[in-house]
């Protein structure tokens, strides 16, 4: 089945820094790539995603890139603010239309100091 | 957008009673939901895979006699924790697809045995 691996687990910036968070994934069949920003005690809020027939997606101060060759894609967040410190997980999709099982990352500790 | 519901938010019980969780999709029908477990400072673990009519597809090492999933329409699906061991308490969240908003999750239900 698939595997997820994240990395960092802990991440800590100055505000106004840029953040990088980076996954890889095992089933070359995984197609649809999310990333979620979870805070304490709720569930997890989607906050970028992409396909597989992509390599680069931009939303404002967020964006995502994937190597489908290499595996792996990643989360960029730059001009961070004391409002992004978060937990931030990875997943991945196999399936048509989101239709597969989503498996996550073990997730990224984002401390953004004022 | 799509929303999904999760009833209750928390719930304390006794050991060895039964707690029933509720999901529901409140702006549209979800044929598939999933459920995950969450541990403290941990990832969502996926348990099982709810469809709508049928029997839940529960993953490798998940108890289906003690997670019982029910998706007995298009727009609930309930997980009841049968015998609950203060094992079992974790944050609990469900997750439904609708289209083209792909994956929408609850907000979770912290489970607390005593």
């Known amino acids: 089945g698939e595997n997820v691996e994240q990395h960092p687990s802990t991440l800590s910036v100055q505000e106004g820094d840029s953040a990088v968070i980076k996954c890889t994934y095992s089933?070359?069949?995984?197609?649809?790539f999310p990333w979620y920003k979870q805070e304490l005690g709720k569930g997890p809020q989607l906050i970028i995603d992409i396909r597989s027939n992509v390599g680069e997606k931009k939303d404002q101060r967020i964006a995502v890139t994937l190597n489908k060759t290499a595996k792996h894609f990643s989360l960029h967040i730059t001009e961070t603010q004391p409002e992004d410190s978060a937990v931030y997980f990875c997943a991945a999709s196999t399936g048509s239309s989101n239709t597969g099982k989503l498996i996550f990352g073990q997730g990224t500790t984002l401390q953004v100091k004022p | 957008g799509a929303v999904v519901s999760q009833h209750p938010s928390r719930v304390i019980c006794k050991s060895g009673t039964s707690v029933k969780i509720e999901c529901r999709s409140l702006d549209f029908q979800a044929t598939t939901m999933f459920w995950y477990r969450q541990f403290p400072k941990q990832s969502l673990m996926l348990m099982a895979t709810?469809?709508?009519?049928?029997?839940?597809?529960?993953e490798q090492g998940v108890e289906k006699d003690k997670f019982l999933i029910n998706h007995a329409s298009l727009t609930l699906s309930t997980l009841t924790v049968t015998s609950a061991h203060p094992e079992d308490s974790s944050f609990y969240i469900c997750s439904a697809i609708r289209g083209s908003y792909g994956y929408t999750f609850g907000s979770g239900t912290r489970l607390t045995v005593v």
């Open positions: 709810s469809n709508e009519g049928s029997k839940a597809t529960y």
């Open positions: 089933d070359s069949a995984s197609n649809y």
